[in-house]
């Protein structure tokens, strides 16, 4: 004997496709936005910072061939970093640069358009010490240009036009 439900209940059980999709949409919306928040509260917590500093001490150490201090790295999301406690040493093992603080007052969400937006740079108790070295008269700073300069291309035919705009309104020094 096979008991047949009646049709009603049948298409009761089934839900339209439509529904089905628009509640997995919103699960992944919601899903997405909510790590996104995550994201943004963990990168101002101190361990995540401190992770970040150690990496770019690495990162740089790696990239310059040379020693690269940072004590302490700062983010504010989405408007400033700070670097304290900053030492770079040049190629002749002499300090390039050592220092108190470097603020860097930054639109970070401007940079998803290619543009740097710099509202003001900061800089507290440093001391650089620039000089030429003989015997072709380039900055003790020249091998950090180099690390991060692109390498040359043979030119194209074609112009690229999505070039990165940077704008840099204030510097101050302090001491």
């Known amino acids: 004997m096979i008991h047949m439900e009646p049709k009603d209940e049948v298409t009761k059980k089934k839900k339209p496709l439509i ?15 909510f790590l996104i928040i995550l994201i943004l509260i963990l990168i101002q917590t101190s361990f995540v910072q401190n ?24 983010v504010k999301f989405p408007t400033t970093l700070s670097l304290q406690h900053v030492f770079f040493e040049d190629q ?16 970070m969400l401007k940079l ?7 509202k003001e740079i900061s800089l ?4 650089v010490k620039v000089k030429r070295l003989p015997p072709d008269s380039t900055f003790n700073f020249q091998f950090i240009v180099d ?20 704008n840099v309104n204030r510097i101050l020094v302090n001491k």
Do not use: C
């Not at 690390?147 to 940077?166: D, G, Y």
């Open 112 to 118: 998803i358009r290619n543009e740097i937006e710099i």
């Open 92 to 107: 002749s093992k002499d300090t390039l640069l050592f220092g108190g603080e470097m603020k860097v007052d930054i639109n």
């Open 147 to 166: 690390a991060f300069n692109s390498p040359k291309a043979t030119p194209k035919s074609k112009s690229n036009t999505s070039s990165m705009q940077m």
């Open 51 to 74: 992770f970040a500093r150690k990496k770019v001490v690495n990162y740089l150490e790696n990239k310059l061939h040379t020693q690269v201090e940072i004590g302490k790295l700062s």
């Open 124 to 127: 507290n108790n440093m001391v």
């Open 19 to 33: 529904s089905v999709l628009a509640k997995i949409l919103v699960w992944i919306l919601g899903s997405s936005i």
